[in-house]
């Protein structure tokens, strides 16, 4: 009986933490969707669908549903415009980049609003993964430019 009881105690456990990292939280994405309705929707536009050949959808792309650190960089550093293609359709509007702008939770929060949103569902972005981020992106912006020698 004792065997059972921690058994499905064991069971409780896993899937509690299961539904807990599956669904983001409440707090992120109502934090998020007032950073993105502030920041992001001027470009991205309230349907998260973008501008035609101006400014990316948001919709079930690879760079939002994808890896979370492309994704994190991409705020982090802004692009210069023409460097993301989706399904063929370059984008050429400038983004601006948001390390100054916006703390780690803010970049957390509104990545997770615009990956659970527009009819995306993928994983909370943590503050802790955009710290990272940003300690990477500092070292490799602070490495020296080698000269090249004649």
Same mark, same amino acid.
């Given at each position: 009986m004792?065997k059972?009881i921690?058994g499905g ?7 509690s933490?299961?539904?807990?990292t599956?669904q ?8 998020g $969707? +007032? ?5 992001? *929707?001027a ?5 998260g669908?973008g501008?035609p #050949?101006m400014n990316p959808t948001l ?5 939002v549903?994808g890896? $979370? +650190?492309t994704l994190?960089?991409?705020i *982090? ?9 989706i399904d #063929?359709d370059s984008f050429?509007n400038?983004?601006p980049p948001q ?6 939770k803010?970049?957390?929060?509104v *990545?997770t609003?615009?990956?659970?949103s ?6 909370a ?5 955009v710290k990272a981020?940003?300690?990477?992106t ?13």
């Open positions: 004792k059972a921690t105690i064991t069971l409780l456990i896993i899937f933490s299961f539904q807990l599956a983001p939280a409440k707090a992120s994405m109502e934090g $969707k +007032k950073i993105y309705e502030a920041t992001c *929707l470009c991205h536009q309230a349907d669908l501008v #050949g919709v079930k792309t690879k760079w549903l890896n $979370k +650190k994190i960089k991409v *982090l550093n802004g692009l210069k415009g023409g460097e993301i293609e #063929g050429h400038p983004m390390a100054s702008l916006m703390s780690d803010e970049i957390a929060d *990545l609003y615009v990956r659970n527009f009819g995306n569902k993928a994983n972005v943590m503050p802790s993964e981020a940003r300690v990477i500092k070292t490799v912006a602070a490495k020296p430019v080698k000269k090249a020698t004649k």
